[in-house]
C-alpha cells in the first residue's frame, strides 16, 4: 500500500515512516496540507493518509471531499491528548495514533483502514482451477473482466493478477464505478482542469494517468452510464484520455482490469452496456466461484479469519470447534467469502474461550427451530436459530441499538474493534453511541466488561 505522511511530528516522522515501510509500504512525506493536496491531485496517490494533529486536520478532510479525492485519514500526535484526538476524530480522521509510534498499532491501523489483503486461501478444485487461469493471462497485458457474485473477492483476484503481471512494480488503482455519480466519474477516471466545472479548484489527475505504467481496476463496470461508456470505449481502444475541460489527449499506457456481479451479456442484450465495450473488456474472463461452489474452502478460510481476528485483536491462538466446523459448512453463504470473514470476526470476539465454539456464530438467514424432543439438548444450529426467531415484533431501530450495544460489551467497550467488527465507521458508531446515551442508555467505556444497560 501506499502511505503519505503530513506534517513534522517533531522527529518521530522518520520512526513512523520507515515502521510503516518495513510493514510493507511506499512512504512519502509531504510537510504541509497544500502540499499533500498538490501530491494528490498530481496523481502521486495514496491508500492512506498519516497527517499530524498540528496541522489543519478538518481543512485537509473537507477539501479531499471537496474534490471527491477518496482516500482515508488517520491523525497522529506526541502523547496521548485525548482532546486532540478527539478533534481529529470529529474533523474526519478514523483513526488517532499516539506518538512516538508503536510498531503493532501502526501495523494494525494499515491493515484496518486500508482493508487490504493480499492473499488468496484456497484448496478447493474449483478455485484451482481459476487460480490455474489467471496465472496463464497476468503476465498478458490483455484485458480481464472479472465476474461471480458479491462477496467472492473479484477485486482480490484483480490484485493477484496484478502481482503476477510484468507491471507488478507499479501502481495498482482502483475505481468503484458503483459508488460515485455518474456526473462526477467522468472526472475521476479522466481528471480535470482548473475551472472546468464548479468545484474544479485545481488540476487533478485522473484514475488513467495515476495508474499510468500499472494496473487500473474498474470495479462494478455494469454501474457506468451509457454516456460515459462510449468515452471510456475510445480510451480502452486508443490508449488515450481527454480531461475535462482539456484541449490535448494525453497517451496512457495501462493495464485494464473489470469487475462485474451482473450478465453482461444480458446487459448488453437490454441496452445498459455497450456491446463493443464489453468484448474490448471481456478478452479474458475469469468466473470467482460462490463459496457454495468451494465447500473444501470454508473450513480453511474459517480457520484462515480465526487466526486473522485472533492476533489483530491480541486475544492469542484460537481455533474452530468441530461442531462450529460442521455449521459452517451447512450454511447457504449468500454473502460468499465477505459474510464469512464478517462472521468469523464477530466469532473471535464472543469465544470466551481457545477454542471457537457455535455458540459464538452468528449466522444470518437462520429459519425458525424445530421443536425440541424432550430432554434433548437444543443443538447450535437451533440456539441460533431461536435468537433469530427473537427478533420478530422487534423495531429495525431496537435490534440495532441491541446488536450495537453487544457488540460493545464483548469488546470491551473498545470503539475502533466494535465498528470493525459492526463493518461501520467509528465515526458513526459514535453518533449511535451519543445518541442512546440521550436516551439513557448506559455507554461502558473502554476497558469495563459491564454490559450496558438502559435506566429506569
Not at 505522511?5 to 515501510?21: D, F, N, P, R
Not at 475505481?175 to 467522468?186: D, G, K, M, S
Not at 425458525?368 to 424432543?373: T, Y
Request: with cysteine.
Amino acid at each position: 500500500m501506499r502511505l503519505l505522511i503530513v506534517g513534522t511530528l517533531e522527529g518521530h516522522i522518520t520512526t513512523a515512516g520507515k515502521i510503516a515501510h518495513q510493514r510493507g509500504a511506499k512512504v512519502a512525506h509531504i510537510e504541509t496540507v497544500e502540499g499533500a493536496l498538490k501530491t494528490l491531485r498530481n496523481g502521486q496517490g495514496a491508500d492512506l493518509v498519516m497527517v499530524d494533529v498540528k496541522l489543519d486536520v478538518l481543512d485537509l478532510c473537507d477539501r479531499l471531499k471537496a474534490e471527491r479525492i477518496h482516500v482515508p485519514v488517520v491523525a497522529c500526535g506526541i502523547g496521548t491528548d485525548a482532546g486532540a484526538a478527539v478533534r481529529a476524530i470529529r474533523s474526519g480522521a478514523k483513526e488517532y495514533i499516539p506518538l512516538p509510534p508503536d510498531a503493532e498499532l501502526i501495523a494494525a491501523v494499515l491493515e484496518a483502514v486500508a482493508e487490504e489483503s493480499h492473499s488468496i486461501v484456497s484448496r478447493d478444485p474449483a478455485m484451482s482451477r481459476v487460480l490455474k487461469l489467471a496465472d496463464q493471462v497476468s503476465p498478458s497485458d490483455a484485458s480481464v473482466l472479472i465476474t461471480g457474485e458479491s462477496g467472492t473477492g473479484k477485486e482480490l483476484m484483480a490484485r493477484y493478477i496484478h502481482r503476477k503481471s510484468r507491471r507488478a512494480n507499479a501502481n495498482f488503482i482502483s475505481v468503484n464505478c458503483a459508488a460515485i455519480p455518474e456526473n462526477l466519474l467522468e472526472s475521476e477516471l479522466f481528471g480535470h482542469e482548473k475551472g472546468a466545472f464548479t468545484g474544479a479548484v485545481a488540476r487533478r489527475v485522473g484514475k488513467f494517468e495515476e495508474a499510468n505504467g500499472g494496473t487500473l481496476l474498474l470495479d462494478e463496470i455494469s454501474e457506468m452510464h451509457p454516456r460515459l461508456q462510449a468515452k471510456l470505449l475510445r480510451a480502452v481502444q486508443e490508449r488515450e484520455i481527454d480531461r475535462v475541460g482539456g484541449t490535448q489527449p494525453i497517451k496512457v499506457d495501462i493495464r485494464l482490469l473489470a469487475t462485474s456481479n451482473r450478465d453482461l451479456e444480458e446487459e448488453v442484450r437490454s441496452g445498459n452496456f455497450r456491446e463493443d465495450l464489453y468484448f474490448r473488456l471481456n478478452v479474458m474472463n475469469i468466473r470467482l466461484p460462490s463459496l457454495r461452489e468451494r465447500p473444501a474452502d470454508i473450513p480453511l478460510l474459517a480457520e484462515h479469519f480465526v487466526q486473522k481476528y485472533a492476533e489483530v485483536n491480541g486475544l492469542g491462538r484460537k481455533a474452530l470447534s468441530d461442531d462450529a466446523s460442521a455449521m459452517l459448512a451447512a450454511h447457504h453463504w449468500r454473502g460468499n467469502v465477505r459474510e464469512l470473514e464478517n462472521t468469523m470476526h464477530r466469532a473471535v470476539l464472543l469465544s470466551p474461550d481457545a477454542a471457537v465454539e457455535p455458540d459464538a456464530i452468528m449466522l444470518s438467514g437462520q429459519g425458525l427451530a424445530p421443536a425440541a424432543q424432550p430432554g434433548a439438548a437444543p443443538s447450535p444450529a437451533n440456539t441460533a436459530m431461536e435468537r433469530a426467531s427473537n427478533l420478530v415484533g422487534r423495531t429495525v431501530a431496537e435490534v440495532e441499538r441491541d446488536l450495537i450495544m453487544e457488540t460493545l460489551n464483548h469488546t470491551l467497550g473498545n470503539r475502533t474493534h466494535a465498528a470493525n467488527i459492526l463493518g461501520i465507521s467509528i465515526r458513526t458508531l459514535r453518533n449511535k453511541l451519543k445518541q442512546y446515551g440521550e436516551e439513557g442508555v448506559s455507554i461502558p467505556m473502554p476497558g469495563e466488561p459491564e454490559r450496558a444497560r438502559a435506566l429506569g
